[in-house]
C-alpha cells in the first residue's frame, strides 16, 4: 500500500511540477520584467526548489573520460569495464547495493582510471527486473562475486566498498578454503560492517532494537504494475532515502536553503554543485526482499559472519581459510554509518593471513562518504590503496596441503574453461 501511496502523490504532484517549470520558464525570459527584480528571481528559485523536491530522479551517467562497455551479466547485476582492455593491473570495485546506484562512486573510479584497469557492478533496480528472472538474496550476491572473481582473474584486486564488504570476504573465504586458483591478489574494505558489535552507530542501533519481521511487516512491498518488476516484493528505494536523510534532516534543509539564496543571488555555480550533488543523492533503486532482510539479519541484527555461524548454500563461511588475499581495511575518523573497528574486525577474523598481508588506515577528518570520494580520498587514501595493491601483485602458490599433481589439474580444467569464453 505505501508504494502504491508513493506513487499515487507522484501522479498527483505531476501539474503542480509541470506549473512550477512554466513559471520558472517565463521568470527567467529575457522579455518578462520580472526577471529582473528580486522577486522575480526568488519566485525562480522557489519553482526550481519545489520542482527538484518533489519529482523522481533517473539514473545517473557516470560521465567519465573513458568508454564503457559490459563484460558481464546476470538479471541483478552486470559489470562495466572503464577503457580499452590494457596491460595495467586490473580492479573491481564492487559498489554497493543499498539504495544508491553504483555512479555514487565515480569518483572511486575516477581515482584509478590513470593506473588501472577499473571494472565496477552496477547493479540492477529490482522493481525492473521481471519476476521470471527469479529471487536474489546474500547468497546469490556471494555467487555473484565469486563469478566475477573467476571472470576476471586471478591477477585481480578488489575494492568493496561499505555494504559490499561481508559478501566479498565470504567468497573470497569461500573460493580460498576450494583451493580456487582465481582468488583476488588484494581485498581492500572501505568503511564496510563486518562486525557492527564494534561502536555501533544510529544505523546498528535501529536495527539492534527491531526482530526481521518488524523490517518484513513495516518495509516490504510489491513493486506496482506499471514497472518491469511487477509483483516482486522489494525494500523500495524511496523509503532508504528517507532513512539517509532523516540522519543529517538538518544537513539537507541547509543545502537546499543556500542553493534557494544562490539562485537569488545569482551565483550559478554554486547552484549547480549542489544540482549535481542532489542528481545523483536523491536517484534511488530498489533493493529485493530476500536480499534486504538476509543482510539485516546476518550482518546487523544476528553478526553471523564475525561469530563464524555465516553459511553459504549450506557451507560454514570460514574466514580462517584466507591465507593469500591480501587484506586491506580503511575507515573514516567520523564514519557515522560504519563505526570504527566493524571494518578492521576482518583482520582479526583472518588469523591464517599472514600479517605481511594485512594493513589498516584510519583516515582523519572523514565521515563515510569521505571514505571512498572526495579531497582525502583522492590525495590519501587511493595512494595507499594502489600501494597495497602493487605491494601484493606477485603471484603466489596454492596451499601446499595438497599435492602437486592436484594443483595442477584444478589449473588446467579452469585454463580450459577460460579458453572457452
Not at 176 to 192: C, D, K
Request: aromatic share 8%; proline share 7%; with cysteine.
Amino acid at each position: 500500500m505505501l508504494y502504491l501511496l508513493h506513487e499515487a502523490s507522484q501522479f498527483m504532484l505531476s501539474p503542480a511540477r509541470l506549473a512550477a517549470d512554466m513559471t520558472r520558464l517565463v521568470c527567467e525570459s529575457p522579455f518578462s520584467p520580472l526577471t529582473y527584480t528580486p522577486h522575480g528571481r526568488a519566485l525562480v528559485a522557489s519553482c526550481e526548489i519545489f520542482e527538484r523536491s518533489t519529482r523522481s530522479y533517473p539514473k545517473p551517467a557516470f560521465n567519465l573520460a573513458a568508454s564503457e562497455r559490459v563484460v558481464w551479466q546476470r538479471p541483478f547485476c552486470r559489470l562495466i569495464a572503464f577503457g580499452p582492455p590494457s596491460n595495467k593491473p586490473k580492479v573491481l570495485i564492487v559498489a554497493p547495493m543499498s539504495g544508491h546506484y553504483a555512479t555514487l562512486l565515480r569518483g572511486t573510479v575516477a581515482a584509478f582510471l590513470d593506473s588501472h584497469q577499473v571494472f565496477i557492478t552496477d547493479w540492477s533496480d529490482a522493481k525492473q527486473v521481471p519476476l521470471s528472472e527469479g529471487q536474489f538474496d546474500l547468497s546469490d550476491y556471494v555467487d555473484y562475486c565469486i563469478s566475477m572473481f573467476n571472470v576476471l582473474g586471478p591477477d585481480l584486486h578488489v575494492m568493496a566498498v561499505c555494504q559490499p564488504a561481508v559478501p566479498v570476504l565470504a567468497a573470497i573465504a569461500h573460493m580460498e578454503a576450494e583451493e580456487h586458483p582465481q582468488v583476488p591478489r588484494s581485498v581492500a574494505l572501505l568503511g564496510g560492517p563486518i562486525d557492527t558489535r564494534h561502536a555501533p552507530t544510529a544505523v546498528n542501533s535501529f536495527a539492534q532494537t527491531r526482530d526481521i519481521h518488524w523490517f518484513k511487516r513495516h518495509c516490504i512491498h510489491p513493486v506496482p504494475d506499471r514497472f518491469r518488476g511487477r509483483g516482486r516484493l522489494v525494500y523500495p528505494g524511496f523509503m532508504q532515502l528517507c532513512g539517509f536523510m532523516a540522519m543529517n534532516p538538518d544537513r539537507h534543509v541547509s543545502a537546499h536553503w543556500e542553493m534557494f539564496n544562490h539562485l537569488v543571488e545569482g551565483d550559478g555555480d554554486s547552484a549547480e554543485k549542489h544540482r549535481e550533488f542532489y542528481d545523483e543523492y536523491l536517484a534511488v533503486m530498489d533493493l529485493s526482499a530476500e536480499y534486504y532482510l538476509q543482510t539485516l539479519e546476518t550482518v546487523f541484527i544476528d553478526h553471523l559472519l564475525p561469530r563464524g555461524l555465516m553459511r553459504h548454500r549450506g557451507r560454514p563461511v570460514d574466514l580462517k581459510a584466507i591465507r593469500r588475499c591480501a587484506l586491506m581495511t580503511i575507515e573514516g575518523e567520523k564514519d557515522d554509518i560504519t563505526g570504527r573497528g566493524q571494518t578492521a574486525a576482518a583482520l582479526d577474523l583472518t588469523p591464517s593471513l599472514s600479517p605481511t598481508k594485512k594493513e589498516h588506515h584510519l583516515q582523519a577528518r572523514v565521515g563515510h562518504y569521505g571514505v571512498f570520494n572526495g579531497s582525502r580520498y583522492r590525495a590519501e587514501i587511493a595512494p595507499r590503496i594502489k600501494a597495497f595493491m602493487a605491494r601484493h601483485a606477485i603471484d603466489r602458490p596454492l596451499n601446499s596441503r595438497r599435492s602437486p599433481t592436484r594443483v595442477t589439474r584444478v589449473s588446467s580444467k579452469v585454463e580450459a574453461t577460460i579458453s572457452r569464453m
